[in-house]
């Protein structure tokens, strides 16, 4: 029936949503249309057309393009009821869908063509208007994955440029004469924020990208605005913070040619203050009083501007003036910690190659692990580490490590954790709780670091399991690609059971399926998993097995249930793996998982990490936040 997937996925004791007893009898085409802005687990836009008296549904992680060069995946969900039109509110965390729902744009449509293929229309609403073009990616019919695409152009839009250049000020006194607006400078880094579709991209001067996962969250604020501002980014891995000073491109329209008094007003009634990220103070007016201020919060320039002048991307502007205080600019802290270490922590030999292929050093490394370390920690924090090592290189041996007792440093937290069948009965191990932790770490070349499904507590008690993992690892003859056929398998098993699970690259040929949990035992995690993947071996014996002999792995995926052993570790999310390339243990989409073909789909190196980060955030941040009860097996 129409709504049956609406209604099962939904509770309607604890959700504001509509949720009719009945499926509606009318059918044919409709007219009607709502886009909403959904502040889920991840910010999309859910498109919905009405259609044989339900609203046909997509879910758009970027939202509607604005021109026809523009291509975005649109992921087609269940239908709902024509009450969704009207709807918007907060759905509780825990639910389907939970987080804040508004109304975006609503209205009227035209159908030019639908079939179960492609879908052609023109959206008549206030904010969304033109012809729109939905296509079936899937050629086997079973998927549910659409490209969308504007046909039309809007003449009233200008397109967002992909990148541009910061103006530059010219160096001088404070101007004596005239009318100038001082805007204090905070001697950080100028970039250039190019936000749409509810993500940011930050680029330097040079046009460089630069990793900045700690303002994720200004894309999401910023919704569906297009904008290319320029801005000051201060601070280092652990904390960055972004002063936003002018902006060159707002919703359709280029704004260089306005003078910067109207640029400003335009700057002042975006969304731009956030828990890190706002604008940058400007004084119409004032004079010497800016200056001797700035000096006093040991800030470096000011810079004057011309109220008047435009904004000339790349140039260097006689009517900005820059006036130094007088204070040093900070030292950029990324080129510190890749020199001399991070904190407390030391870097000895940062020049030292140990990726040869790549030309990767140890700087290398650490700046890596610093880049991700507000996204990586959480899934490290509390958990004891063994630690992979490869002193002299990924093309040389490496050795385990568990035990750090006899060169850890004192500031270093360890626990003391049971090693049945290790060489003692216990060890200490690291506990790595923060970016000095990870320096320390990147010091002793271990580049992998392996954590249980379990953490301890402040006195070092071993707290019950709060994960399973499936660890799909493909036999000889298959590859990624096999597990990422099996691991959707998985998905819709555990789902049967109102279970969701979330996928990672292991960093090598394989992938993990992560549950947060909640149980009562150490065993239940193991037991459960185990069943399941038995379960999956009878049900698909030629290309699953649940059984670690290597022999009986040969063109299959094996389903490792027994990393869920308390004594086993998997490696980390966001850990560098010491292969011939420094890929990384990579959180992704289950779009990605499904649109993989190629083995390469699903591979990730530590260059591409910090840019994925920027864009979606932490994709296992659920783990911490959205346990689940596992139901009996077996």
Same mark, same amino acid.
């Given at each position: 029936?129409? &709504?049956?997937?609406?209604?099962?996925?939904?509770?309607?004791?604890?959700?504001?949503?509509?949720?009719?007893?009945?499926?509606?009898?009318?059918?044919?085409?409709?007219?009607?249309?709502?886009?909403?802005?959904?502040?889920?687990?991840?910010? =999309?836009?859910?498109?919905?057309?009405?259609?044989?008296?339900?609203?046909?549904?997509?879910?758009?992680?970027?939202?509607?393009?604005?021109?026809?060069?523009?291509?975005?995946?649109?992921?087609?969900?269940?239908? =709902?009821?024509?009450?969704?039109?009207?709807?918007?509110?907060?759905?509780?965390?825990?639910?389907?869908?939970?987080?804040?729902?508004?109304?975006?744009?609503?209205?009227?449509?035209?159908?030019?063509?639908?079939?179960?293929?492609?879908?052609?229309?023109?959206?008549?609403?206030?904010?969304?208007?033109?012809?729109?073009?939905?296509?079936?990616?899937?050629?086997?019919?079973?998927?549910?994955?659409? &490209?969308?695409?504007?046909?039309?152009?809007?003449?009233?839009?200008?397109?967002?440029?992909?990148?541009? @250049?910061?103006?530059?000020?010219?160096?001088?006194?404070?101007?004596?004469?005239?009318?100038?607006?001082?805007?204090?400078?905070?001697?950080?880094?100028?970039?250039?924020?190019?936000?749409?579709?509810?993500?940011?991209?930050?680029?330097?001067?040079?046009?460089?990208?630069?990793?900045?996962?700690?303002?994720?969250?200004?894309?999401?604020?910023?919704?569906?605005?297009?904008?290319?501002?320029?801005?000051?980014?201060?601070?280092?891995?652990?904390?960055?913070?972004?002063?936003?000073?002018?902006?060159?491109?707002?919703?359709?329209?280029?704004?260089? $040619?306005?003078?910067?008094?109207?640029? @400003?007003?335009?700057?002042?009634?975006?969304?731009?203050?956030?828990?890190?990220?706002?604008?940058?103070?400007?004084?119409?007016?004032?004079?010497?009083?800016?200056?001797?201020?700035?000096?006093?919060?040991?800030?470096?320039?000011?810079?004057?501007?011309?109220?008047?002048?435009?904004?000339?991307?790349?140039?260097?502007?006689?009517?900005?003036?820059?006036?130094?205080?007088?204070?040093?600019?900070?030292?950029?802290?990324?080129?510190?910690?890749?020199?001399?270490?991070?904190?407390?922590?030391?870097?000895?030999?940062?020049?030292?190659?140990?990726?040869?292929?790549?030309?990767?050093?140890?700087?290398?490394?650490?700046?890596?692990? &610093?880049?991700?370390?507000?996204?990586?920690?959480?899934?490290?924090?509390?958990?004891?580490?063994?630690?992979?090592?490869?002193?002299?290189?990924?093309? @040389?041996?490496?050795?385990?490590?568990?035990?750090?007792?006899?060169?850890?440093?004192?500031?270093? @937290?360890?626990?003391?954790?049971?090693?049945?069948?290790?060489?003692?009965?216990?060890?200490?191990?690291?506990?790595?709780?923060?970016?000095?932790?990870?320096?320390?770490?990147?010091? &002793?070349?271990?580049?992998?670091?392996?954590?249980?499904?379990?953490?301890?507590?402040?006195?070092?008690?071993?707290?019950?399991?709060?994960?399973?993992?499936?660890?799909?690892?493909?036999?000889?003859?298959?590859?990624?690609?096999?597990?990422?056929?099996?691991?959707?398998?998985?998905?819709?098993?555990?789902?049967?059971?109102?279970?969701?699970?979330?996928?990672?690259?292991?960093?090598?040929?394989?992938?993990?399926?992560?549950?947060?949990?909640?149980?009562?035992?150490?065993?239940?995690?193991?037991?459960?998993?185990?069943?399941?993947?038995?379960?999956?071996?009878?049900?698909?014996?030629?290309?699953?097995?649940?059984?670690?002999?290597? $022999?009986?792995?040969?063109?299959?995926?094996?389903?490792?249930?027994?990393?869920?052993?308390?004594?086993?570790?998997?490696?980390?999310?966001?850990?560098?793996?010491?292969?011939?390339?420094?890929?990384?243990?990579?959180?992704?989409?289950?779009?990605?998982?499904?649109?993989?073909?190629?083995?390469?789909?699903?591979?990730?190196? $530590?260059?591409?990490?910090?840019?994925?980060?920027?864009?979606?955030?932490?994709?296992?941040?659920?783990?911490?936040?959205?346990?689940?009860?596992?139901?009996?097996?077996?």
């Amino acid at each position: 029936m129409p &709504l049956d997937e609406y209604r099962r996925k939904r509770d309607p004791r604890r959700t504001p949503e509509p949720i009719p007893g009945d499926d509606p009898a009318v059918e044919g085409p409709g007219h009607r249309f709502v886009i909403q802005e959904h502040h889920a687990r991840r910010l =999309h836009w859910d498109v919905r057309l009405e259609r044989d008296g339900v609203l046909a549904s997509w879910a758009v992680p970027k939202g509607l393009p604005t021109d026809p060069e523009t291509v975005r995946l649109a992921v087609r969900t269940e239908d =709902h009821p024509i009450e969704y039109l009207e709807f918007s509110g907060e759905i509780p965390a825990g639910e389907y869908g939970g987080g804040a729902m508004t109304i975006w744009d609503s209205g009227t449509y035209e159908t030019e063509k639908w079939n179960r293929r492609e879908v052609i229309v023109r959206l008549s609403g206030e904010r969304a208007s033109g012809r729109f073009v939905f296509i079936r990616t899937d050629r086997d019919g079973e998927k549910d994955n659409w &490209l969308l695409r504007r046909s039309d152009r809007d003449g009233a839009r200008a397109p967002l440029p992909h990148d541009a @250049r910061p103006m530059l000020a010219t160096p001088g006194e404070l101007p004596a004469e005239g009318e100038w607006w001082p805007q204090v400078g905070f001697g950080g880094r100028r970039v250039i924020v190019r936000a749409d579709g509810g993500r940011v991209r930050l680029t330097d001067a040079d046009g460089d990208e630069v990793p900045a996962p700690g303002l994720r969250e200004l894309g999401p604020s910023l919704g569906a605005t297009q904008a290319l501002l320029d801005a000051e980014l201060v601070g280092g891995a652990e904390g960055a913070y972004l002063w936003i000073g002018d902006v060159l491109h707002a919703d359709g329209r280029d704004t260089c $040619a306005l003078p910067f008094r109207e640029r @400003r007003a335009l700057l002042e009634r975006l969304p731009l203050e956030g828990p890190r990220w706002r604008l940058a103070p400007v004084f119409p007016g004032a004079g010497p009083e800016v200056l001797a201020a700035a000096k006093q919060q040991n800030l470096p320039y000011v810079v004057a501007k011309d109220p008047d002048s435009p904004y000339e991307p790349g140039r260097t502007s006689s009517r900005w003036v820059q006036v130094e205080t007088g204070v040093a600019a900070p030292e950029a802290p990324a080129r510190r910690a890749s020199t001399n270490g991070f904190g407390r922590a030391t870097l000895t030999n940062p020049g030292k190659v140990i990726y040869p292929l790549t030309g990767t050093t140890k700087a290398d490394v650490l700046a890596y692990y &610093l880049a991700v370390a507000e996204v990586m920690l959480p899934h490290l924090r509390d958990r004891p580490v063994t630690l992979v090592r490869w002193p002299d290189g990924v093309e @040389r041996g490496s050795f385990f490590e568990k035990d750090v007792s006899r060169h850890a440093p004192r500031w270093l @937290r360890t626990a003391r954790v049971g090693t049945p069948g290790g060489r003692s009965e216990n060890a200490d191990f690291p506990l790595v709780d923060d970016a000095e932790g990870l320096a320390w770490a990147a010091n &002793l070349a271990a580049l992998e670091l392996h954590v249980p499904q379990w953490r301890v507590g402040p006195r070092g008690a071993q707290h019950l399991p709060d994960l399973v993992v499936f660890d799909l690892d493909p036999g000889e003859g298959t590859t990624v690609v096999d597990c990422a056929r099996v691991a959707e398998r998985i998905a819709e098993r555990l789902a049967d059971d109102d279970l969701v699970a979330y996928p990672r690259t292991s960093g090598g040929k394989g992938m993990q399926l992560y549950l947060p949990v909640t149980v009562s035992r150490a065993e239940q995690t193991s037991e459960f998993a185990k069943a399941l993947a038995e379960d999956m071996a009878r049900e698909s014996p030629q290309r699953v097995t649940a059984v670690m002999a290597k $022999a009986r792995r040969r063109g299959k995926v094996f389903v490792d249930w027994s990393q869920n052993n308390p004594y086993k570790t998997t490696i980390a999310s966001y850990s560098l793996r010491g292969r011939a390339r420094p890929t990384v243990a990579t959180p992704v989409t289950w779009d990605e998982v499904r649109a993989c073909r190629r083995p390469d789909d699903l591979v990730f190196t $530590a260059a591409d990490v910090p840019a994925r980060i920027a864009e979606h955030g932490d994709l296992l941040a659920p783990l911490f936040t959205e346990p689940q009860r596992l139901p009996r097996r077996g």
